[in-house]
């Protein structure tokens, strides 16, 4: 019974420590064929990513979030977000 609890609680820590090893994985430009769209960064919100983005020919910055919704990203007067190399 002891051997029983032992491994199973080995194999739990190696699955939190895989885990934990595989958050940083970062998956690039796989849904564009000629790499246009750059993801700058993602999160998780809600239960969806929130995936933030930026045209390689215009520097636009949108925001791509869930299951299709698209927006560009404004700065306070209303003009679009241009990338900046660097940030």
Do not use: H
Not at 34 to 60: A, C, M, P, W
Not at 67 to 86: F, I, M, S, T, W
Request: proline share 1%; aromatic share 12%.
């Amino acid at each position: 019974m002891v051997k029983k609890i032992l491994i199973t609680i080995v194999v739990l820590i190696l699955i939190v420590v895989i885990g934990f090893i595989c958050k940083d994985i970062v998956e690039t430009n796989t849904y564009a064929d000629d790499d246009r769209f750059i993801k700058i960064s993602d999160q998780l919100i809600g239960g969806y990513y929130l995936n933030i983005v930026y045209d390689k020919e215009t520097k636009v910055e949108y925001a791509f979030y869930g299951k299709g919704g698209l927006q560009v990203l404004v700065d306070a007067e209303g003009n679009p977000l241009l990338y900046k190399e660097g940030e």
